[in-house]
């Protein structure tokens, strides 16, 4: 299996900030990675698919890039309904995994 | 707008099997990928399987022992069977689409999700 080591696992941050969280996989990967952002009781929400795509109706501020084993996930600017739970997912090959998320609360 | 509701019991026993379903409605479920993931409180995400409209199946192997999908296409439906429950199958429990045309594969569209505990 590939393994998705999410970092940091929590991030403490003020509206305005940037914000990068990484996902390193286990081994060399495609481009198959996807970003969700999960609010609580909430399912997740789609925000990247293969690495850098902007899923429809997401706002330009999340920016998704990465090649190889490194991944990274970036919000230019932090706003208030930004404070979430976010996970990679690895869709390269089964079994499909995800990262273990990146919990961005408020500074 | 494809929308995804699952549907099944909150509690199950250990040793008993859990029974889920997902109606889709805002489209067919034919020719397209769907995917069980379930979610531990306060844990990250885990992939069961997928099922194909045509009724082929991939399982994680983690679960592929205890795990049984199957399609309804004249319901638009597909269904989740998992056996010999315990404890640490007390999750949130999610059906969701996962888009696979090359080159973009992930999970596009998702359920509310059900909480499913097990305990006697």
């Known amino acids: 299996?590939?393994?998705?080591?999410?970092?940091?696992?929590?991030?403490?941050?003020?509206?305005?900030?940037?914000?990068?969280?990484?996902?390193?996989?286990?081994?060399?990967?495609?481009?198959?990675?996807?970003?969700?952002?999960?609010?609580?009781?909430?399912?997740p929400k789609p925000l990247i698919y293969a690495t850098s795509s902007l899923q429809s109706g997401v706002p330009s501020r999340f920016s998704g890039s990465g090649s190889g084993t490194d991944f990274t996930l970036t919000i230019s600017s932090l706003h208030p309904e930004d404070f979430a739970t976010y996970f990679c997912l690895q869709a390269d090959s089964f079994p499909l995994t995800f990262g273990g998320g990146t919990k961005v609360e408020i500074k | 707008?494809?929308?995804?509701?699952?549907?099944?019991?909150?509690?199950?026993?250990?040793?008993?099997?859990?029974?889920?379903?997902?109606?889709?409605?805002?489209?067919?479920?034919?020719?397209?990928?769907?995917?069980?993931?379930?979610?531990?409180?306060?844990?990250?995400?885990?992939?069961?399987?997928?099922?194909?409209?045509?009724?082929?199946?991939?399982?994680?192997?983690s679960l592929e022992s205890r795990v049984t999908m199957s399609v309804d296409t004249s319901k638009n439906q597909f269904s989740l069977n998992l056996n010999s429950l315990t404890a640490a199958d007390t999750a949130v429990y999610y059906c969701a689409r996962y888009f696979r045309r090359s080159p973009f594969y992930y999970f596009d569209f998702w359920g509310h999700g059900v909480l499913v505990t097990v305990s006697s």
Not at chain 1, 8 to 26: E, M, N
Not at chain 1, 28 to 43: C, L, T
Request: net charge positive; charged share 15%; hydrophobic share 30%.
């Open chain 1, 1 to 43: 299996d590939i393994q998705m080591t999410q970092s940091p696992s929590s991030v403490s941050a003020s509206v305005g900030d940037r914000v990068t969280i990484t996902c390193r996989a286990s081994q060399r990967i495609n481009k198959y990675v996807a970003w969700y952002q999960q609010r609580p009781g909430r399912a």
């Open chain 2, 1 to 61: 707008q494809v929308q995804l509701q699952e549907s099944g019991p909150g509690l199950v026993k250990p040793s008993e099997t859990l029974s889920l379903s997902c109606t889709v409605s805002g489209g067919s479920i034919s020719d397209s990928y769907w995917c069980w993931i379930r979610q531990p409180p306060g844990k990250s995400l885990e992939w069961i399987g997928y099922i194909f409209s045509s009724g082929s199946t991939n399982y994680n192997p």
